[in-house]
């Protein structure tokens, strides 16, 4: 339990002993509701809302969700499984296109790249593919994203990509940036993880993969500030060593760090190997250090 006196970070927001009653207050009060309007209600009551005035209710669910797994609360039970747009679509293998894309990137003529996350039919379209031929498969996203499509001129997917939450901690980054904790805490909404980056098996075009990397990131901090209120400083992405060697990045210009080590952030007795990845950065801003607070 919470002290009075002490606090934590969850989701990006500070709680206290008065915030953790408050939502016991609320579950013991009203034992009927779904954890959807229990979210709801606390959203509404603590006015937490982002940059354009929008309340954070998927934020207050993750909250609701990581203070249960703290043992902190206990939430009624789900009533529905998870969406398929969590659980991850798929579409029948048939009705994908199989004929190749080869050739130059200028024989593939012009391509559209659109920011689709409010597009529910482009949306959809995007996840099935990620959950298809991604190898991290795909569950949804939450909290702020975006998500681009690229496509050719007949309409046909090539590939997408995602851009979520950064990672709350990563060494090589942190040291990287120069700033303190309490600024990372502040200030991490200003980065962003590219977490998915996929071309379609059946597209196989030499630099179409650093060209679209380029032609994301010279839209993706007004994107954000478009949806969010607020631009984006820095642009994170972690490359799987064993399975990538990173190229289509470092043809983008990212900024190799270094490499994680190779350990979970559930890892707490140091035992569980995961595997290494290679740390890339991309500014967006010249003076992104000074903005992030180091």
Same mark, same amino acid.
């Given at each position: 339990? #919470?002290?009075?006196?002490?606090?934590?970070?969850?989701?990006?927001?500070? #709680?206290?002993?008065?915030?953790?009653? !408050?939502?016991?207050?609320?579950?013991?009060?009203?034992?009927? /509701?779904?954890?959807?309007?229990?979210?709801?209600?606390?959203?509404?009551?603590?006015?937490?809302?982002?940059?354009?005035?929008?309340?954070?209710?998927?934020?207050?669910?993750?909250?609701?969700?990581?203070?249960?797994? *703290?043992?902190?609360?206990?939430?009624?039970?789900?009533? @529905?499984?998870? *969406? +398929?747009?969590?659980?991850?679509?798929?579409?029948?293998?048939? #009705? /994908?296109?199989?004929?190749?894309?080869?050739?130059?990137?200028?024989? %593939?003529?012009?391509?559209?790249?659109?920011?689709?996350?409010?597009?529910?039919?482009?949306?959809?379209?995007?996840?099935?593919?990620?959950?298809e031929f991604h190898? #991290?498969? &795909?569950?949804?996203?939450v909290g702020e994203?975006? !998500?681009?499509?690229?496509? +050719?001129?007949?309409?046909?997917? =090539?590939?997408?990509?995602?851009?979520?939450?950064?990672?709350?901690?990563?060494?090589?980054?942190?040291?990287?940036?120069?700033?303190?904790?309490? !600024?990372?805490?502040?200030?991490? &909404? %200003?980065?962003?993880?590219?977490?998915?980056?996929?071309?379609?098996?059946?597209?196989?075009?030499?630099? =179409?993969?650093? /060209?679209?990397?380029?032609?994301?990131?010279? @839209?993706?901090?007004?994107?954000?500030?478009?949806?969010?209120?607020?631009?984006?400083?820095?642009?994170?992405?972690?490359?799987?060593?064993?399975?990538?060697?990173?190229?289509?990045?470092?043809?983008?210009? /990212?900024?190799?760090?270094?490499?994680?080590?190779?350990?979970?952030? !559930?890892?707490?007795?140091?035992?569980?190997?995961?595997?290494?990845?290679?740390?890339?950065?991309?500014?967006?801003?010249?003076?992104?250090?000074?903005?992030?607070?180091?």
């Amino acid at each position: 339990m #919470l002290g009075m006196s002490e606090t934590r970070v969850v989701q990006g927001r500070r #709680l206290g002993a008065e915030e953790v009653t !408050q939502i016991r207050d609320l579950l013991a009060a009203h034992p009927d /509701w779904s954890r959807r309007r229990l979210s709801e209600v606390l959203c509404a009551a603590w006015d937490w809302r982002n940059s354009v005035g929008q309340l954070k209710d998927m934020a207050t669910r993750s909250l609701l969700l990581k203070l249960e797994a *703290s043992g902190l609360i206990q939430l009624p039970a789900r009533r @529905r499984k998870a *969406s +398929n747009r969590m659980a991850g679509p798929r579409l029948p293998p048939q #009705l /994908w296109d199989p004929t190749p894309v080869t050739g130059t990137l200028a024989q %593939l003529g012009p391509l559209a790249v659109q920011e689709v996350s409010c597009d529910e039919a482009a949306r959809r379209e995007l996840a099935a593919a990620l959950a298809e031929f991604h190898y #991290l498969g &795909h569950r949804g996203t939450v909290g702020e994203n975006l !998500q681009y499509r690229v496509r +050719n001129a007949r309409g046909r997917l =090539l590939g997408g990509l995602l851009f979520g939450s950064a990672a709350w901690k990563c060494r090589a980054r942190d040291e990287f940036i120069g700033w303190s904790a309490e !600024q990372r805490k502040q200030l991490l &909404h %200003l980065l962003t993880n590219n977490s998915r980056f996929l071309i379609l098996p059946f597209v196989q075009v030499p630099h =179409l993969a650093s /060209w679209i990397l380029g032609r994301v990131l010279r @839209r993706l901090s007004q994107d954000w500030e478009s949806k969010y209120g607020h631009p984006i400083v820095l642009v994170e992405t972690f490359v799987e060593r064993e399975r990538f060697a990173g190229t289509s990045y470092q043809a983008a210009n /990212w900024i190799r760090l270094g490499a994680t080590t190779g350990r979970s952030r !559930q890892d707490r007795a140091h035992t569980l190997a995961v595997p290494v990845k290679d740390v890339y950065l991309y500014p967006l801003r010249r003076h992104f250090r000074q903005e992030l607070g180091a």
